[in-house]
């Protein structure tokens, strides 16, 4: 998929837990090709969410692409786990503590078939994902400090990074995708996309309406 091509990603996060089978498939045939999962350690991030299990429950569900944010210290020691539980892609962030190093970690993923991203957390500069530009699919800029549903989209604290990640990726030959992740909604996620983004992460503005084929149809007519 080039990175021309506009998706909205419901996070599961937003989802109700206590019918979680239903849940994604609510989302799947509201239109979702993509499904965002958010797996928080308590450590890196001040929330704890779900681990591999979850993600293999879900897969088990559905055969939409399974996105997988690690929200969490020492992304290549669980690598394998989430790996092993049917994640399509996988985020890991660059402030992140790792055994080995982000750059063998991005180099792990891909030797197992997989698609890898990285995350810059809102405070984090573009210039701390050069190293690894050239070896990634997919850019997160969060536009909200991880960790929680519902927080306000920080634009002028995102958006200028994100045009940075859009102009660098057109002036160097790279490919790939940009992805935001908090308070995205249908007033939003047109700066997002002016500014660069093509995948957008929408837990709230996805989940939280009664009609999601509704929510979705909305949210894509709103960057199309
Ligand atoms: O990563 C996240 C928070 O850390 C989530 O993806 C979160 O679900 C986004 O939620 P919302 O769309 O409600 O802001």
């Given at each position: 998929m080039h990175h021309s091509?506009?998706?909205?990603?419901?996070?599961?996060?937003?989802?109700?837990?206590?019918?979680?089978?239903?849940?994604?498939?609510?989302?799947?045939?509201?239109?979702?090709?993509?499904?965002?999962?958010?797996?928080?350690?308590?450590?890196?991030?001040?929330?704890?969410?779900?681990?591999?299990?979850?993600?293999?429950?879900?897969?088990?569900?559905?055969?939409?692409?399974?996105?997988?944010?690690?929200?969490?210290?020492?992304?290549?020691?669980?690598?394998?786990?989430?790996?092993?539980?049917?994640?399509?892609?996988?985020?890991?962030?660059?402030?992140?503590?790792?055994?080995?190093?982000?750059?063998?970690?991005?180099?792990?993923?891909?030797?197992?078939?997989?698609?890898?991203?990285?995350?810059?957390?809102?405070?984090?500069?573009?210039?701390?994902?050069?190293?690894?530009?050239?070896?990634?699919?997919?850019?997160?800029?969060?536009?909200?400090?991880?960790?929680?549903?519902?927080?306000?989209?920080?634009?002028?604290?995102?958006?200028?990074?994100?045009?940075?990640?859009?102009?660098?990726?057109?002036?160097?030959?790279?490919?790939?995708?940009?992805e935001v992740d908090g308070?995205?909604?249908?007033?939003?996620?047109?700066?997002?996309?002016?500014?660069?983004?093509?995948?957008?992460?929408?837990?709230?503005?996805?989940?939280?309406?009664?009609?999601?084929?509704?929510?979705?149809?909305?949210l894509a007519a709103s960057?199309?």
């Amino acid at each position: 998929m080039h990175h021309s091509t506009n998706l909205i990603l419901p996070s599961l996060l937003a989802a109700d837990w206590s019918k979680i089978d239903l849940e994604v498939r609510r989302a799947s045939a509201a239109g979702a090709q993509w499904l965002h999962l958010d797996v928080m350690d308590g450590n890196f991030v001040d929330n704890i969410s779900f681990g591999p299990q979850m993600v293999q429950t879900v897969r088990k569900c559905t055969d939409m692409y399974l996105d997988v944010h690690l929200m969490i210290h020492r992304p290549d020691h669980y690598l394998e786990r989430f790996i092993k539980a049917g994640a399509q892609n996988i985020t890991i962030h660059v402030e992140a503590n790792y055994d080995t190093s982000v750059a063998e970690t991005l180099k792990r993923i891909r030797a197992a078939g997989l698609h890898c991203g990285l995350a810059l957390h809102p405070s984090t500069p573009f210039e701390a994902a050069l190293p690894f530009v050239r070896d990634i699919d997919l850019l997160l800029v969060m536009t909200v400090v991880p960790g929680f549903g519902g927080q306000p989209f920080m634009e002028k604290e995102t958006m200028p990074k994100l045009a940075a990640a859009r102009d660098y990726r057109a002036a160097h030959g790279l490919n790939y995708h940009l992805e935001v992740d908090g308070g995205i909604y249908t007033s939003t996620a047109p700066i997002a996309k002016k500014n660069g983004a093509n995948l957008f992460v929408c837990g709230t503005s996805s989940f939280g309406p009664p009609d999601m084929e509704q929510s979705m149809r909305e949210l894509a007519a709103s960057v199309a």
